[in-house]
């Protein structure tokens, strides 16, 4: 239930009084995005428990979930716009001066230097979509063309890999699936998986179903697999080339699902058939027949599953190794139907899943999935290239953190001639900004996910405020609006037609924005701002950055309709009513396993399974190199592990760390013994970028030459009063430690999972 501005005045008016209600809301520190119910005492979250009527979390939330009040009110937040002064430190504006000099900024960069030369970074984190939604219209006032997200990071070489062969996103059908594999992933903690310990815990039980684990971890997700295939660190793709090896010599295929449903199978196989299972075997380190055992497993399955994860998109041969991933399920026929992988709806798709690429402008590097690979972006900058980034736009993302060579990209930052950051708190992104803008948080105005990937069940929840915006702070939509209509880009014509359209009920404002758009081409690009601020003032309880979703739900019934149907939503208008008042989310599509194939783009509906490109380096694994260590850096260190502790960069405090505090490094007994390093003495890790100092703890599920240390920690905090004096910094702050170079040859991704590295006693 929204919160009204009665129920509001009435809660500030006596803050010492816990409002009984339970309020409906959702966790915003992992793609699952779990329902909850929580109740308020004043602005604290004073209770938080899971909401059972979420139709795809069911009342399930994992620890995490719980401590959400330290997100709320356990940073420090930002309640005023900041400008860099000459002096280097910030000095606090108003909202009208930060608006009229950030446009005149970006205006200025445009006219000199073309809008293209504007990065938009970021858009959204792990809870919050909707505002992102709204950027499109600023990059199309500027002029930009080029965006980045994290997503550069992880899935973009996935994303190439699935275009060619299903044609987009694939995801598995987890409830039913017969053996689900689980490929450098983690869900017992990590999640990914709906529901994703109660759902490990039901295949782990089920004698009939099995679970494949592949990490070179016994991770608590291996400790309830079946098969756990502990590969050497980095060398899945020898791992997976030798069970495709297996299937092709011992005739696992399914040869009927090759002949009706896929084309270029016999490339695959011809090429495949050379491959040396034994070496292959010897290479990633394990038995010949465990490898066996699971290949059977495999084929003779009713029914598999697979989720690759940052285990292997963050390590070598990423992409190539989606590939191999996705062959297996496609050799044996595990798609399109029950337990086996699908494709799915979408109410936003996060990312382009597309065969073709452009560009960056400098370098060249391949934007798969649209966007620039995080790791080209300083070399994009750092240059005197005429075509250089001049600018860059951050909202809700940490890059200053989170992207590899974290010294490198402050470089980059500062090379700039105008750096904005949009975010809640004084991160360690905004203190390298010349202006930072303060936004509502995600409690405090209405937000939801495009993390709409399920399947047969694809849920969508828009989120009600819990409370009113910390007094200082705007929404994110509203900052678009003000800053595309400050640079005089809001098509004044187009705008007064659609506001009285509104008045006249959401089918008349459908046709007229069909007609303006014909009639005035920057409708489209300005489409975000225009729907805010012509149908958003129509949408009830402040919800007007709700109004993106109205063509969202037109998409939705375009491109999904029979699923939009079975899941009981008559046409585009009962769906956005159904989003907008359902507050628990609503299935917007139910698909059936056969529905697959009609998401599938190719025109012969067959799946192209020979990617020359990938092919040839699958050729070159006989040559290539299984290790990136030296005797320098022996030990293969994992920058960026998921604990019941960490969640990427979203609570800025460290009291919400109830055990872990400093975020351990954790290796193989024999390691710390043979370099004297006892559980809780201080190590000294070394990289060929930096270093840093970490608490040891030993934990034989490391193998030897293997450490890890957790993601999301390492940031400077404040240590006394007030946002901008000194901080303190807690843990490995991971990216001082990577290397921008150490990537992906087709995606650009970074290898965070294989940093070559030191370890010494401090
Ligand atoms: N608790 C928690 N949950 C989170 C997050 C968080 O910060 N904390 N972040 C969220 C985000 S943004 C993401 S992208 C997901 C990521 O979720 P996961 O990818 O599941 O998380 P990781 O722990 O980074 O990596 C998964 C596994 O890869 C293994 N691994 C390391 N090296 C290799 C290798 O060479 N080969 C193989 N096969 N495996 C290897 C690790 O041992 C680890 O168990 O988690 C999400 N969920
Ligand atoms: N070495 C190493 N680096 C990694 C990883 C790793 O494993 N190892 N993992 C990578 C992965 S998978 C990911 S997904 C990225 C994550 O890194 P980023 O994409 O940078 O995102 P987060 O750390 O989630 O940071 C989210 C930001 O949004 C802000 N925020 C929260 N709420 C709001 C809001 O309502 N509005 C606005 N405007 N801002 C808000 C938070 O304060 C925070 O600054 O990190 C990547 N970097
Ligand atoms: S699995 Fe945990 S972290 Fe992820 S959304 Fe659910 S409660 Fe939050
Ligand atoms: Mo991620």
Same mark, same amino acid.
């Given at each position: 239930m929204s919160r009204t501005a009665a129920e509001s005045a009435a809660a500030r008016a006596d803050e010492q009084v816990a409002d009984p209600v339970w309020h409906k809301s959702a966790c915003i520190l992992c793609e699952c995005n779990c329902g909850l119910q929580v109740q308020l005492d004043g602005r604290r979250i004073a209770k938080i428990r899971g909401d059972k009527e979420h139709p795809g979390s069911r009342g399930y939330t994992c620890n995490k979930a719980l401590r959400l009040d330290h997100y709320q009110n356990g940073g420090v937040r930002l309640?005023?716009? !900041?400008?860099?002064?000459?002096?280097?430190?910030?000095?606090?504006?108003?909202?009208?001066?930060? &608006?009229? +000099?950030?446009?005149?900024?970006?205006?200025?960069? @445009?006219?000199?230097?073309?809008?293209?030369?504007? #990065?938009?970074?970021?858009?959204?984190?792990?809870?919050?979509?909707?505002? $992102?939604?709204?950027?499109?219209?600023?990059?199309?006032?500027?002029?930009?063309?080029?965006?980045?997200?994290?997503?550069?990071?992880?899935?973009?070489?996935?994303?190439?890999?699935?275009?060619?062969?299903?044609?987009?996103?694939?995801?598995?059908?987890? +409830?039913?699936?017969?053996?689900?594999?689980?490929?450098?992933?983690?869900?017992?903690? *990590?999640?990914?998986?709906?529901?994703?310990?109660?759902?490990?815990?039901? &295949?782990?039980?089920?004698?009939?179903?099995?679970?494949?684990?592949?990490?070179?971890?016994?991770?608590?997700?291996?400790?309830?697999?079946?098969?756990?295939?502990?590969?050497?660190?980095?060398?899945?793709?020898?791992?997976?080339?030798?069970?495709?090896?297996?299937?092709? $010599? +011992?005739?696992? !295929?399914?040869?009927?699902?090759?002949?009706?449903?896929?084309?270029?199978?016999?490339?695959?196989?011809?090429?495949? /058939? *050379? &491959?040396?299972?034994?070496?292959?075997?010897?290479?990633?380190? &394990?038995? +010949?027949?465990?490898?066996?055992?699971?290949? @059977?497993?495999?084929?003779?399955?009713?029914?598999?599953?697979?989720?690759?994860?940052?285990?292997?998109?963050?390590? #070598?041969?990423?992409?190539?190794?989606?590939?191999?991933?996705?062959?297996?399920?496609? !050799?044996?026929? =595990?798609?399109?139907?029950?337990?086996?992988?699908? @494709?799915? *709806?979408?109410?936003?798709?996060?990312?382009?899943?597309?065969?073709?690429?452009?560009?960056?402008?400098?370098?060249?590097?391949?934007? #798969? $999935?649209g966007i620039v690979p995080c790791n080209a972006i300083p070399d994009e900058i750092l240059t005197d290239h005429p075509k250089r980034f001049r600018a860059m736009w951050v909202d809700s993302a940490n890059p200053a953190h989170s992207l590899a060579d974290t010294q490198r990209f402050i470089e980059a930052m500062a090379a700039l001639d105008l750096v904005v950051v949009l975010d809640v708190a004084l991160t360690e992104t905004a203190r390298h900004a010349d202006y930072v803008l303060p936004c509502a948080s995600q409690f405090e105005k209405w937000e939801a996910t495009f993390f709409t990937t399920e399947h047969p069940h694809n849920v969508f929840q828009l989120r009600a405020p819990l409370l009113d915006p910390l007094p200082g702070t705007w929404t994110e939509p509203q900052i678009y609006s003000a800053i595309a209509r400050e640079l005089g880009a809001t098509p004044a014509r187009a705008e007064r037609?659609?506001?009285?359209?509104?008045?006249?009920?959401?089918?008349?404002?459908?046709?007229?924005?069909?007609?303006?758009?014909?009639?005035? /081409?920057?409708?489209?690009?300005?489409?975000?701002?225009?729907?805010?601020?012509?149908?958003?003032?129509?949408?009830?309880?402040?919800?007007?950055?709700?109004?993106?979703?109205?063509?969202?739900?037109?998409?939705?019934?375009?491109?999904?309709?029979?699923?939009?149907?079975?899941?009981?939503?008559?046409?585009?208008?009962?769906?956005?009513?159904?989003?907008?008042? =359902? @507050? *628990?989310?609503?299935?917007?599509?139910?698909?059936?396993?056969?529905?697959?194939?009609?998401?599938?783009?190719?025109?012969?509906?067959?799946i192209p399974l020979a990617i020359p490109e990938l092919l040839a380096a699958l050729d070159g694994l006989a040559s290539g190199p299984h290790a990136h260590t030296s005797a320098q850096f022996p030990v293969v260190l994992m920058a960026g592990q998921r604990r019941a502790e960490s969640a990427n960069t979203i609570f800025r405090t460290t009291a919400w760390r109830a055990r872990d505090p400093e975020g351990a490094l954790r290796m193989n007994p024999a390691d710390a013994e043979r370099l004297g390093l006892a559980a809780g003495s201080r190590a000294r890790v070394v990289t060929a970028r930096g270093s840093a100092f970490a608490v040891v703890t030993v934990d034989d599920r490391y193998q030897p030459g293997h450490a890890a240390l957790p993601n999301g920690l390492g940031l400077d905090l404040p240590s006394g009063r007030g946002e901008d004096g000194p901080t303190e910094r807690t843990g490995v702050a991971l990216n001082t430690l990577t290397d921008g170079t150490r990537r992906d040859p087709f995606a650009g991704t970074p290898w965070h999972k294989h940093v070559p590295a030191r370890i010494e006693p401090a």
């Open positions: 309640t005023s716009p !900041l400008r860099r002064a000459a002096d280097g430190t910030f000095e606090e504006i108003d909202w009208a001066t930060a &608006i009229r +000099e950030i446009a005149a900024g970006l205006a200025a960069v @445009r006219d000199q230097h073309g809008g293209e030369s504007v #990065l938009f970074y970021g858009g959204g984190g792990q809870g919050n979509h909707l505002g $992102g939604a709204y950027k499109g219209a600023l990059m199309a006032a500027v002029g930009a063309r080029y965006s980045s997200n994290a997503l550069a990071q992880e899935k973009t070489g996935e994303a190439w890999v699935d275009a060619h062969l299903a044609g987009g996103h694939t995801v598995g059908d987890w +409830e039913r699936a017969e053996v689900a594999i689980f490929l450098g992933k983690n869900p017992w903690q *990590s999640h990914g998986v709906p529901r994703a310990r109660t759902v490990l815990q039901q &295949i782990s039980k089920d004698p009939a179903r099995t679970m494949i684990v592949i990490d070179p971890v016994r991770t608590e997700s291996a400790d309830l697999a079946d098969i756990h295939l502990q590969v050497r660190p980095g060398t899945d793709a020898w791992c997976l080339a030798a069970i495709l090896a297996i299937l092709v $010599g +011992e005739d696992l !295929l399914d040869h009927d699902f090759l002949a009706s449903h896929t084309s270029g199978a016999e490339t695959v196989v011809a090429q495949v /058939k *050379s &491959i040396d299972v034994s070496a292959y075997a010897a290479a990633c380190g &394990i038995a +010949e027949e465990q490898l066996r055992s699971a290949a @059977r497993r495999i084929a003779t399955a009713g029914s598999v599953s697979t989720y690759e994860d940052l285990g292997v998109q963050h390590s #070598l041969n990423s992409t190539l190794v989606s590939y191999l991933n996705k062959l297996i399920w496609l !050799l044996t026929g =595990n798609f399109a139907k029950p337990g086996a992988m699908q @494709r799915h *709806s979408w109410v936003a798709p996060l990312s382009k899943w597309k065969t073709t690429y452009r560009t960056t402008p400098v370098t060249g590097a391949r934007m #798969l $999935g037609i659609l506001r009285a359209a509104a008045g006249r009920g959401r089918a008349a404002y459908t046709l007229a924005f069909a007609a303006t758009a014909v009639a005035d /081409k920057r409708v489209r690009g300005l489409a975000p701002t225009l729907l805010y601020e012509t149908l958003g003032p129509t949408l009830p309880d402040g919800a007007a950055s709700v109004a993106i979703l109205w063509p969202l739900a037109q998409r939705v019934a375009l491109t999904h309709r029979a699923g939009m149907k079975r899941a009981g939503h008559r046409s585009a208008a009962a769906l956005f009513d159904a989003m907008l008042t =359902n @507050r *628990s989310g609503v299935v917007f599509t139910e698909d059936r396993p056969e529905d697959s194939w009609s998401y599938v783009p190719h025109k012969d509906k067959r």
